[in-house]
């Protein structure tokens, strides 16, 4: 099968690193696990990507704009010790928060899309995540362009309280406002998307992708097995579960993705 | 006690949860002439953890979704506690573009303490049925209104929430999360609830303030009539409206939800 890799030779690390894969445990050389689109070669376990490298691995080369940068939380609840903790998360992420969104060019079809960062406190959704969702569906609709969304997420952003909840009807009236307008809308669940993500915008979509063996629920599995007092059978709430109870379109292989949205975004030029 | 002070956030939380609180039975047994249950989302059950049908409301006819908790322990256990699944936000859905079809208002009753996290809500889609409902909502023609009546918690409340005017009775709570659930996350201590509420805001008076709530309701022996009265004026405003601008105007009003920091060169471009 034909690779899709845009990793450059100058992206490659010079000296050896060996990563210890966290579900098998073996240990792997870096640069074979970036070229194998962050999948362990062993075990085929997924890596948690950046949104950088998630661009790269869809986007043609140099064709992403980034739009909206910069936007910030405020603190509207005066929650104690959210701007601290906002502070840290930057610092350590060197993030603003946990969306990027933009332009890029896939196969040299011109799509918006969103890449969700769980580096960012889990990639929990509050009003800058809400915002950039909303005004990225604004720009697809004026601009007439495919609509993606990579979502991953812990769920509602606590400390931000009940905004937080309103960004969950604030994104899926601008995804439906996008639709009715004709857009196209493909949403990739990738590991976990939950919460109030998968139960707003993730779902929307008019085609919905999966990442093999993701986590994709509304009730994360402890807080079910708190209900219902006892423990969940194996792969309950995985991606292949939800193919199995048509929640999903497609499970898609990381190696395949590119392709798999190439040719549906021909089908709808 | 309306904006008593003294009233601490928790002690409304214990309000909104007393067990000789109002149920839906007696708001439409108070405020509805000539009610009829309908059953169903004719796909897969009827969930009667929601109440949906139609009446009549000062001799205009309406459609009424809310949540039943039911006020015995054996109709605890029927109703589920007022925690919906897939099938009971779907049944809502329905009835909704049934209203939308006739041209009537719609007024749903929020009282749960969140949708159901089981494994069968899970499996049958919780997270697309409460999305599909937040999505669709946002774009009806016909006028929305919500009350918050005792409970309001997180996207199980939301799926039927997304009005025109959204109001609360004065002891009733609307958060992200139960403070029980939001103490154990943030804190990993669910004892903690009480000072969780201190920091959520979830009070009628300071959702009010925030600008998320646009009126609250004093209780009292006069509960029905205030609620009657409340929803009348709102009403009236409403109908006055035509299709398109009531649709607008729902939008409008949740795009707004939730102000962020932007950099100055980002409005300069």
Known sequence: MEKQNNISASERSTKEELIECPRCHAMI???????????CPECNHYYTLSPKSRLRM???RKSFKELDKG?????LLDFPDYEDKLAKARAKSGLDDAIMTGIIKIDGIKVAIGVMDTRFLMASMGTVVGEKITRLAEYAQKHNLPLIMVCASGGARMQEGLFSLMQMSKTSA?????KDAGGLYISLLTNPTTGGVSASFAFLGDIILAEPEALICFAGPRVIEQTIGKKLPDGFQKAEFLLEHGMVDMIVRRDELKSTISRILKMHK | MSNDKRVTPYDRVKLARDKDRPGIEDYIEALFDGFMEFHGDRLFRDDPSIVAGIGYFHKIPVTVIGHRKGKTLEEHMAYNFGMASPEGYRKSLRLMKQAEKFNRPIITIIDTPGAYPGMEAEANGQAAAIA???????????PVIAIVTGEGNSGGALAIGVANKVL???NSIYCILSPEGFASILWKDSNRAPEACEVMRITAHELQELGLVDEVIPEGSRLFKNMDN????ELKKLMKMSPDKLAKDRYNKFRVMGEVFEPKKNREE
Not at chain 1, 174 to 178: G, L, N, P, S, V
Request: net charge neutral; proline share 0%; aromatic share 8%.
């Open chain 2, 230 to 233: 409340v929803i009348y004026k």
């Open chain 1, 29 to 39: 050389d870096a640069d074979i696990i970036r070229d194998n689109f962050k999948v």
């Open chain 2, 168 to 170: 609360m009775l004065e």
């Open chain 2, 132 to 142: 599909e409902n937040l999505a669709e909502m946002s774009a009806l023609k016909v």
């Open chain 1, 174 to 178: 601008a995804i439906k406002r996008f």
């Open chain 1, 58 to 60: 869809l986007a043609d």
């Open chain 1, 71 to 75: 936007l910030r939380a405020v603190n």
